[in-house]
């Protein structure tokens, strides 16, 4: 069984700065994509920024500059440097990620999620 579980989040003013954590455990074998997501009240969930094992990173162009993606493959871990925040990247930000493991192969795997609230 697989778990993804969000770190991090919280209230922080405009301008300021944050740094979520995603910590994957249970019986994997690899991480291939690990990425960041977010939905905000009465919007559709979108891609923040995701990373493939080999290190290339890809950003939603709202957060281009501001926000970095890395992971330490060994300790099964993502993070997100979040910097010059805005009120409008107030939202539930969820890990998700491609995982391989020897029992279910291949499959993506969601975490529950965490709140960031950036007030003006």
């Known amino acids: 069984q697989v778990q993804l579980v969000e770190s991090g989040g919280g209230l922080v003013q405009a301008g300021g700065s944050l740094r979520l954590s995603c910590a994957a455990s249970?019986?994997?074998?690899?991480?291939?994509?690990f990425g960041w997501y977010r939905q905000a009240p009465g919007k559709q969930r979108e891609l923040v920024a995701q990373i493939t094992s080999g290190g290339r990173t890809n950003y939603a162009d709202s957060v281009k500059g501001r926000f970095t993606i890395s992971r330490d493959n060994a300790k099964n871990t993502l993070y997100l440097q979040m910097n010059s925040l805005k009120p409008e990247d107030t939202a539930v930000y969820y890990c998700?990620?491609?995982?391989?493991?020897?029992?279910?192969?291949?499959?993506?795997?969601w975490g529950r999620g965490t709140q960031v609230t950036v007030s003006s």
């Open positions: 998700a990620a491609n995982i391989v493991t020897v029992v279910a192969g291949t499959k993506d795997y």
């Open positions: 249970g019986s994997i074998v690899r991480i291939n994509v």
